[in-house]
């Protein structure tokens, strides 16, 4: 499976971005998504992540309620909607994918995208 991001850039403190997860080689509609963070200097973190029939999300608490994650298996892509931006969110995010359930864990998931990144001006 091969994982590839788009939709990151440049956007002042209070903007939006969405970013994309397009997913190529094998059908993503059993597998768990999820998105991680690495901003320079700190180890990579987990974002949100969504259950392989967006049953469920899951948000870290430092998102919780700027950000949203979906899915379209149809177009096998996945989505992270991310509002209100802050300056303390600007990183490289990479979507990844794990089969079945999801993980907060980044080291469960099986598939990586090369990541996306996104700044936000203070």
């Known amino acids: 499976v091969q994982l590839v991001e788009s939709g990151g850039g440049l956007v002042q403190t209070g903007g939006s971005l969405r970013l994309s997860c397009a997913a190529s080689g094998r059908t993503l509609s059993s597998y768990a998504m999820g998105w991680f963070r690495q901003a320079p200097g700190k180890e990579r973190e987990f974002v949100a992540a969504?259950?392989?029939?967006?049953?469920?999300?899951y948000y870290a608490d430092s998102v919780k309620g700027r950000f949203t994650i979906s899915r379209d298996n149809a177009k096998n892509t996945g989505y992270l909607q991310m509002n209100s931006l802050k300056p303390e969110d600007t990183a490289v995010y990479y979507c990844?994918?794990?089969?079945?359930?999801?993980?907060?864990?980044?080291?469960?998931?099986?598939?990586w995208g090369q990541g996306t990144q996104v700044t936000v001006s203070s």
């Open positions: 990844a994918a794990r089969y079945y359930s999801v993980s907060y864990r980044g080291n469960e998931y099986d598939f």
């Open positions: 969504i259950s392989w029939s967006s049953g469920s999300t």
